[in-house]
């Protein structure tokens, strides 16, 4: 798993919250339908709307680097592939590439060497 530390800060008090995790359970998180807020206040809506991110730091990097089950990896910087597929990628931060013709994105994980193995992200 490709943890990393994303700092947002809430909009409508500005406290601050570092959530730790992959780059799918931000997202789930992001997408939940109530949201607890560390000044204090409790909220109904999504997450999205009250918290701004400040930062998103790097994945720490896998000792001995094994493709996660159930994970489609993507070569997403091989003209030929990304060409054949009809692929407009664009960079969305912090290692996060997103395809603009279908919406998908793609995160990575890092091994020993520093090689990035990007994969797609499932929303």
């Not at 601050?16 to 909220?43: A, I, P, Q, V, W």
């Not at 996660?68 to 993507?74: H, K, M, N």
Request: glycine share 8%.
């Amino acid at each position: 798993m490709s943890d990393r530390i994303f700092s947002c800060h809430c909009q409508k008090c500005g406290a601050k919250l570092e959530f730790t995790g992959s780059y799918e359970k931000f997202n789930d998180f992001m997408n939940s339908n109530n949201f607890n807020c560390r000044g204090g206040h409790t909220e109904t809506k999504s997450p999205r709307t009250f918290l701004k991110i400040s930062s998103i730091g790097e994945p720490q990097s896998a000792q001995e680097w094994k493709p996660t089950e159930g994970r489609t990896y993507v070569d997403i910087f091989d003209p030929q592939k990304t060409r054949i597929s009809g692929m407009q990628i664009e960079h969305v931060g912090s290692g996060v590439y997103i395809d603009r013709r279908t919406r998908k994105k793609y995160d990575y994980e890092p091994d020993k060497e520093g090689n990035r193995h990007y994969y797609e992200v499932q929303t």
